[in-house]
């Protein structure tokens, strides 16, 4: 190496030489590279599939990549925490072969090495790449999934031979995947404490829904335009007033030339407020004098950001506008929390229930109800890419807007049209009615035929049996003579 050097404190150490600042370089370099890994598999697990599926309809570069990922994240994922740990560690053998060279006492060195790399890990590497990461999700991820699939395709099997050597040491099954934290683990740890009644049922599924929440775009909740109460902006506090105690609503949109043009929201306490005045006239007291301001949000937003936007910014109503500049519907915190803890009424609410069964064959659901939940209920596949409800479903096979009584039959199911509801007439109710199995056919044929036979297979006169026939019994209990006619 080099030679010796005095410090000020009496202790010799040796000169700094070439191969010391090589290593110091190299280290450093791998520290970077960790942190790369370390934002590429924070975004990777931090982006939604539903914002996936929007970056490839935009024809963003590198969607495409995004998407495949994203199909398989552990394959990929595994992958980079591999490379990540590796990165880490060379550099803290790089180090301490740096302080080990540097320092005559070997525990001082091994013990500063130690002491630098856990605070340059933990900032570097821990702290920064992920943060960037989860908040420029969408951005890094597109950037990453190309980088992230070109090493998988050469390291790949690294990581699965790494996965399955660690499985055969490991008693018991082991994960064909890897025991890696995620989303999905996260999800059968919760279905785990389920089936061992560390939780309930109904907390299980406000678990899944928080998770899904992420997942969810402002479009999957708002109220839609066509169902939207509304008022203009020259009508009186007391024509308001008198809207908000019909609808029972609360909060009213305000609108100027037409629906798309919404420029406030009225709130019933300001109307009572505005009404209770002794200067109240009114005459001349109008909406657009008392309506706040409205807030707009796109309907490509995530629920979870809208949540935490309208909670900071303490609003309640948002209004949903569509790619167009139109107004799509509108959104509230109630509408929020319903997709994590269910339906919530009030003592006014006298909603329709969203599933109703009929019959053994017939199932009655509301216009709205999510047509995935259909196929899901009845095990089939319906083409719905351009729709979301039943009631949008009845109306692109149909090709016009439905009517009670329209009927239509997809993939095995008859969908009718029941009931028109709403100041526009448009469908409330569907029926949907699947064919009867064999069985259920065989079923229902021997039930008519036993409904309708004789009961002289046991010897006795039929129930209901034609003039002449004389019950068995009288009615104090004693039998009675057969008389022929």
């Not at 970077?32 to 697990?45: I, K, N, Q, W, Y």
């Not at 999800?187 to 404490?193: E, F, G, K, M």
Request: glycine share 8%; aromatic share 4%.
């Amino acid at each position: 190496m080099g030679g010796l050097a005095a410090t000020g404190c009496g202790q010799w150490r040796r000169a700094v030489t070439g191969w010391d600042v090589v290593l110091a370089v190299v280290a450093g370099f791998l520290v970077v590279l960790a942190a790369l890994l370390a934002g590429m598999d924070a975004a990777l697990s931090r982006v939604s599939r539903v914002r996936v599926e929007e970056l490839v309809r935009e024809q963003r570069r590198g969607a495409r990549q995004l998407q495949t990922v994203v199909a398989d994240p552990p394959r990929y994922l595994n992958l980079l925490l591999l490379l990540r740990i590796a990165g880490e560690l060379a550099a803290t053998v790089a180090v301490a072969a740096v302080f080990l060279d540097l320092r005559p006492v070997r525990w001082q060195a091994l013990l500063l090495a130690a002491g630098v790399m856990t605070l340059v890990s933990y900032v570097v590497v821990g702290v920064a790449p992920r943060t960037i990461g989860q908040q420029q999700a969408p951005r890094v991820a597109l950037r990453a999934a190309g980088i992230t699939m070109a090493l998988t395709r050469v390291l790949g099997p690294l990581a699965r031979l790494l996965i399955v050597v660690g499985n055969a040491l490991t008693p018991g099954k082991g994960f064909r995947e890897g025991p890696f934290a995620s989303e999905a683990e996260l999800r059968d740890l919760v279905d785990l404490a389920e089936e061992r009644q560390v939780i309930e049922h109904d907390e299980r599924q406000m678990i899944h829904s928080v998770f899904e929440l992420g997942d969810t775009l402002v479009r999957g909740v708002m109220v839609p335009r066509t169902d939207m109460v509304f008022i203009e902006r020259d009508k009186t506090v007391r024509q308001a007033l008198a809207l908000a105690l019909r609808s029972g609503f609360s909060r009213i949109p305000v609108v100027g030339e037409n629906v798309d043009d919404v420029i406030g929201i009225v709130y019933l306490k300001d109307l009572v407020r505005r009404s209770q005045e002794p200067r109240y006239i009114d005459g001349r007291d109008v909406v657009e004098e008392i309506m706040r301001s409205p807030s707009f949000v796109p309907e490509s937003k995530p629920v979870d950001e809208l949540l935490k936007e309208m909670q900071a910014q303490q609003i309640h109503m948002a209004i949903v506008i569509d790619e167009y500049g139109g107004t799509a519907g509108l959104v509230t915190i109630e509408d929020i929390l319903e997709e994590i803890v269910g339906e919530i009424a009030d003592e006014y609410d006298q909603e329709t229930p969203p599933v109703e069964q009929v019959d053994e064959c017939t199932t009655r659901v509301t216009a709205r109800f999510p047509v995935d939940e259909v196929a899901a209920m009845y095990d089939v596949e319906l083409d719905s890419d351009d729709v979301e409800t039943v009631g949008g479903l009845l109306a692109s096979a149909l090709g016009r807007v439905p009517i009670p009584g329209a009927t239509v039959t997809l993939r095995g199911l008859t969908f009718t049209a029941e009931s028109a509801t709403g100041r526009r007439n448009q469908i409330g109710t569907v029926l949907i009615t699947r064919p009867m199995t064999p069985d259920e056919a065989r079923d229902e044929a021997r039930d008519q035929i036993s409904d309708g036979a004789p009961d002289r297979v046991r010897g006795q006169e039929p129930t209901g049996a034609p003039v002449g026939a004389v019950p068995a019994e009288n009615r104090l209990g004693e039998p009675v003579r057969e008389r022929a006619v």
